[in-house]
């Protein structure tokens, strides 16, 4: 927002969406637009067209079923205006249920403060133990989202580019990371004519 950015938060969590106002006004004295909603009707209690809609923090990985999935990337894909992007990330999970996880705490846990670990892993289910400084213990369960399933669903919905970054950097970058914490998915709502140049229309 302080970029000029108009921002909508969107959660199915009240707390969540109390505590992103509260973060607005505490950071700029902003009054952010919330709503509470679930995804898969995205279009329902949330009204207009977006040039991006971000989804961060492995929080995809909490839809469980494969047709709740379709319906949420459907919903965003239809509030996307007309070349507008979609961010996702998910944890690599690839590399977690290859037995090569191996967390660098780089961007998500920086400082080695949270002790975040699978605890158990199996191809319908990710339970992780989140360990605090203060003694606190968590759990979440998450389902675990292979990178190319991911993106295969992003375009099967109709988005028709998606880069993938590792850590924020290419994957075919030489210098990227050999076993990245976090995958960014880049999605583009674009309509590719037939040459593949992005111009023009179907």
Avoid at 91 to 97: G, T, V
Wanted: some cysteine; proline content about 2%; hydrophobic content about 35%.
């Amino acid at each position: 927002m302080n970029e000029g950015f108009e921002v909508v938060s969107v959660d199915g969590s009240a707390t969540m969406l109390a505590k992103a106002f509260e973060n607005g006004l505490e950071h700029g004295g902003h009054i952010l637009r919330t709503v509470l909603a679930d995804w898969r009707w995205l279009n329902r209690d949330v009204h207009g067209e977006f040039d991006a809609i971000i989804c961060l923090g492995n929080s995809f990985t909490h839809l469980f079923s494969e047709h709740d999935r379709r319906k949420t990337l459907a919903e965003f894909y239809a509030m996307l205006k007309h070349d507008g992007v979609l961010v996702l990330d998910q944890r690599n999970y690839d590399a977690i249920l290859d037995g090569d996880y191996e967390s660098s705490h780089t961007y998500y846990y920086c400082g080695k403060a949270v002790d975040a670990g699978p605890e158990h892993v199996d191809e319908g289910l990710a339970r992780f133990r989140y360990g605090f400084p203060d003694g606190s213990v968590y759990h979440l369960n998450m389902f675990p989202l292979r990178k190319e399933y991911t993106r295969r669903l992003m375009q099967e919905v109709g988005f028709q580019r998606v880069e993938t970054y590792g850590d924020f950097q290419k994957s075919d970058q030489e210098d990227g990371p050999d076993t990245p914490d976090f995958f960014v998915h880049v999605a583009e709502k674009l309509y590719v004519d037939d040459e593949g140049d992005g111009q023009g229309e179907r």
